[in-house]
């Protein structure tokens, strides 16, 4: 796995590292074309080669909540060691855009700015990176999955060049894709590569299904509390586990 991209990565853990700051990764690209994988590479690489911590189990975040765990968790250097690995999926639903500061919102914006000298690794990944603006003064490499195995990276200073010329074409008008900032600003990446998927995509995905439903479980339930049903709620369910279904079908046959 050790290529270019890989050795650069391992470069940055380093010295992120020995100036005890954290190392700030933004894995974009369209759905299915393999962020959560190349980030899960990532860690695999950095666990592997400079002896920093990842775990599928503990370290991948799915939801708000799974989030709001991980920060917890940063209080406590014995569960967050320096060299910890943390990946953040699907970033989008758990930070924002400028535009949408809910007191969730504003919360998780505080918490962020916590980053920075903790001596972690953050991997968020994303569709739309021009979309968080909130971690763009935070990152220090951008990634762009093209294609599953395929992808490009910036690092300073062509991508601070990038970012800045993404703000300045938010404010000129709608961002609609990654090929349009690239179009629109001329900034190409500083290295492109390709990257295998690991092995553990069905782990993963188990994992994340389980966080997922968990997650709207619990939402679930506190929609139905809130609108006073709950009580009603139980017993049509129990209603329902109580029919023989067979025996309906054959009147509704009839």
Known sequence: MANKFFEMIGRAFKVAMKEQEDLVILVDGRERTGKSALARAIAYYLRDSYG???????????????????????KSQKQTPAGTVHIIDEAQNVLHHRRAMSSQNILFDEALKSIGALKQVFIFCTPAFWELDVLHRRTDILVHVYRRGYAGAWIPPRLWALLKATTQLKKSGKIVSFSQII????????????????????????????????????????????????????????????????????????
Do not use: W
């Not at 920093?52 to 940063?74: C, G, K, Q, S, W």
């Not at 968990?214 to 029919?243: C, M, Q, T, Y």
């Open 52 to 74: 920093a911590r990842f775990e599928l189990e503990n370290n991948v975040y799915f939801t708000v909540a799974d989030v709001a765990i991980m920060f917890r968790r940063l």
């Open 183 to 254: 179009a629109r600003s001329g900034i190409v990446p500083t290295m492109n590569f390709k990257f295998s998927a690991p092995n553990d995509e069905e782990e993963y995905r188990r994992l994340k299904n389980a966080h997922v439903r968990a997650f709207a479980g619990h939402i679930g339930e506190k929609i139905i509390k809130k609108l006073g049903i709950a009580n009603a709620f139980d017993e049509i369910s129990e209603k329902i586990d109580g029919i023989d279904l067979d025996l309906l079908l054959e009147q509704v046959v009839r």
